[in-house]
């Protein structure tokens, strides 16, 4: 299984960035899959994840921190997950990794148990 993100860089307050998670050896469409973040000197956090399958409505979580500004979504076809990221902020700045299996927990997203990450992207708001 190969996750491999792109799309991370160096943007200023309040720009946009869209990462992509391109997936191998692995379906996004039926897992639970999402998106965490490791800022230097913190933890590890969960972002975004979703669950899409068939027949349901999707479900979504998403971080407190980035309601309103960030959205999540897949691409069955090409077997690929984004995160849209707008408004950024400086305390956006961090490692930004795709993550399949994840484990969501009365609509919560956590950081528990997860069966594949990818390598990570940086992402670096400046102020």
């Known amino acids: 299984v190969q996750l491999v993100e792109s799309g991370g860089g160096l943007v200023q307050t309040g720009g946009s960035l869209k990462l992509s998670c391109a997936a191998s050896g692995f379906t996004f469409y039926g897992h639970p899959v999402g998106w965490f973040r490791q800022a230097p000197g913190k933890e590890r956090e969960a972002i975004s994840c979703?669950?899409?399958?068939?027949?349901?409505?999707?479900?979504?979580y998403y971080a407190d921190s980035v309601k309103g500004r960030f959205t999540i979504s897949g691409d069955n076809h090409k077997n690929t997950l984004y995160l849209q990221m707008n408004s950024l902020k400086p305390e956006d700045t961090a490692v930004y990794y795709c993550a399949g299996g994840v484990a969501i927990v009365a609509g919560v997203c956590i950081d528990f148990g997860v069966d594949y990450w990818g390598k990570g992207t940086p992402v670096t708001v400046s102020s």
């Open positions: 979703m669950h899409s399958t068939a027949g349901t409505d999707d479900i979504k």
